[in-house]
T-cell receptor
Framework: DTAVSQTPKYLVTQMGNDKSIKCEQN?????MYWYKQDSKKFLKIMFS???????INETVPNRFSPKSPDKAHLNLHINSLELGDSAVYFCASSPGRSYTFGSGTRLTVV | RKEVEQDPGPFNVPEGATVAFNCTYSNSASQSFFWYRQDCRKEPKLLMS???SGNEDGRFTAQLNRASQYISLLIRDSKLSDSATYLCVVTGYSGGGADGLTFGKGTHLIIQP
């Protein structure tokens, strides 16, 4: 069983489109996160959710909106995609100190 | 000033050699410290936690110097499979999981046969 699973693994889309990336964890962790890894390989936190409450929202454009239907899921919705949104997006979950990452979604905006 | 700074490398090291790299962090209130490993096109995976007393896991030794805000990783008897990017990671300020991880940009290590 995959602990943190993301779909899709690859996503190629045109500028201006709206897309969603899904994430599910079966670890029973309280907190889930979205990270972005850009072309320079720098990993940076975007959001975290703890029991459906947004805890961190870094300087991310409001075109990005996390949605958590329940504790095991944290989806990322992106409106009006831009070229600069091309990156690898990683979902992660944590019970406190340790973190488990999903395998990533490689988003390419053309 | 970047929150977590690392030499990006690449470090080209012959198999069997010992290699060391380090990072510095800017926030003295940082609570927890880790080394993660990331292989090409894969997710980061925890290599080891880092403690002030120093800790060892097989061929890997990590050390934290809180006074200097400096974290190190030593790899002995390096293997070809050690080739990867090593990410220095700190958590914030309250130490709780909800603060998330702050990553360095990573040090790229290449072990040569």
């Amino acid at each position: 069983d995959t602990a943190v699973s993301q779909t899709p693994k690859y996503l190629v889309t045109q500028m201006g489109n709206d897309k969603s990336i899904k994430c599910e964890q079966n670890l029973g962790h309280d907190t889930m996160y979205w990270y972005k890894q850009d072309s320079k390989k720098f990993l940076k936190i975007m959001f975290s959710y703890n029991n459906k409450e947004l805890i961190i929202n870094e300087t991310v454009p409001n075109r990005f909106s996390p949605k958590s239907p329940d504790k095991a899921h944290l989806n990322l919705h992106i409106n009006s995609l831009e070229l600069g949104d091309s990156a690898v997006y990683f979902c992660a979950s944590s019970p406190g100190r340790s973190y488990t990452f999903g395998s990533g979604t490689r988003l390419t905006v053309v | 000033r970047k929150e977590v700074e690392q030499d990006p490398g690449p470090f080209n090291v012959p198999e069997g050699a010992t290699v060391a790299f380090n990072c510095t962090y800017s926030n003295s209130a940082s609570q927890s410290f880790f080394w993660y490993r990331q292989d090409c096109r894969k997710e980061p995976k925890l290599l080891m936690s880092v403690y002030s007393s120093g800790n060892e896991d097989g061929r890997f030794t990590a050390q934290l110097n809180r006074a200097s805000q400096y974290i190190s990783l030593l790899i002995r008897d390096s293997k070809l499979s050690d080739s990867a990017t090593y990410l220095c990671v700190v958590t914030g300020y309250s130490g709780g999981g909800a603060d998330g991880l702050t990553f360095g940009k990573g040090t790229h290590l290449i072990i040569q046969p």
